[in-house]
């Protein structure tokens, strides 16, 4: 007779034991709270960048205004107006769903791309694996930031082209993560028992393999975001990215430049933006590792 209790489902209980205990690892780290905390409030900030009124980005205040705690700052403009009259905090906000929202469709499709290509590597050995990593390593022969120059002066400047050469520059990891651990998985022994069952490649890579490579994924596309962020705002400050006057912050820290000497909040306070950003998804990304190693260690 059949023992039904293998097919059945995991209890809701022990689901829930499992994520407490998944969240007791990953909050024990206070640099992954304070990261997890700090990137909700940058994403809760974009989000109402969306709907602030872009009249404070006029061109109608006091040129070079200080931040409102210095003795010569306004209330009126908290962190204080740049060459062109524009309150600051206005322009950092509106410039979060630019330089973070680009970043996340970035990496969500060199995710996909990514993924697809590295589960086809890792499934289908010789000529598959042969081109497509072959292809892969072609374009990791290239620094990426060089190469997301090369594919944004092809296909021309701007905020979108500035995101799928930065997607294109992402895919190759997402693709050698994927494959190296399919290959791994395909050596484990419920793979072999799916084949003898007479089940279907794309089942097996879809309902067997990938949830158990879903952790280090994760992992992989925090370290991308952190790196996407960093590159749009880069491809921005050199005038590849997004175009003045959007308050992308990269562009925000190229048109601040020329007056650094005498306005230097101007360019700190796009820079502390980007620099906060990158450090909370980086403390994000050490607070998961630790999530993934105590789980492959018991």
Avoid at 18 to 43: C, D, H, P, Q
Avoid at 96 to 110: E, N, R, Y
């Amino acid at each position: 007779m059949v023992n039904m209790a293998l097919f059945t489902s995991t209890p809701e209980h022990e689901i829930n034991a499992n994520l407490e205990s998944k969240w007791r690892t990953y909050k024990s780290r206070m640099g992954a709270l304070v990261g997890l905390f700090g990137l909700g409030i940058i994403i809760i900030l974009a989000v109402v960048g969306l709907f602030l009124d872009e009249s404070n980005l006029a061109s109608n205040q006091v040129q070079l205004t200080p931040p409102s705690w210095n003795e010569a700052g306004s209330s009126t403009n908290l962190l204080g107006t740049d060459l062109a009259g524009r309150d600051i905090f206005t322009r950092l906000l509106k410039g979060a769903p630019l330089t973070l929202g680009i970043s996340i469709l970035s990496v969500s499709f060199a995710l996909v791309v990514g993924t697809l290509l590295g589960l086809l590597a890792g499934f289908y050995r010789r000529y598959v694996q042969l081109l497509i990593m072959r292809t892969m390593d072609v374009i990791f022969a290239i620094p990426s930031l060089i190469l997301a120059i090369i594919v944004v002066m092809m296909l021309g400047k701007g905020l979108f082209n500035a995101g799928l050469a930065v997607a294109l520059v992402l895919i190759p990891n997402f693709v050698r993560t994927t494959m190296t651990h399919v290959i791994d998985e395909m050596q484990k022994p419920y793979v072999a028992a799916a084949r003898l069952d007479g089940a279907h490649p794309i089942r097996i890579l879809l309902s067997s393999v990938f949830p158990n490579i879903a952790a280090p994924l994760t992992l992989q596309t925090t370290i991308a975001l952190s790196t996407a962020v960093i590159d749009i705002a880069l491809l921005g400050f050199l005038g590849l990215g997004a175009q003045a006057p959007l308050p992308e912050w990269g562009v925000m820290l190229s048109e601040a430049r020329t007056s650094m000497h005498i306005a230097p909040w101007a360019v700190t306070i796009p820079g502390l933006a980007i620099l906060i950003t990158v450090i909370c998804i980086n403390f994000i990304g050490d607070g998961l590792n630790r999530v993934i190693n105590h789980k492959l260690r018991h």
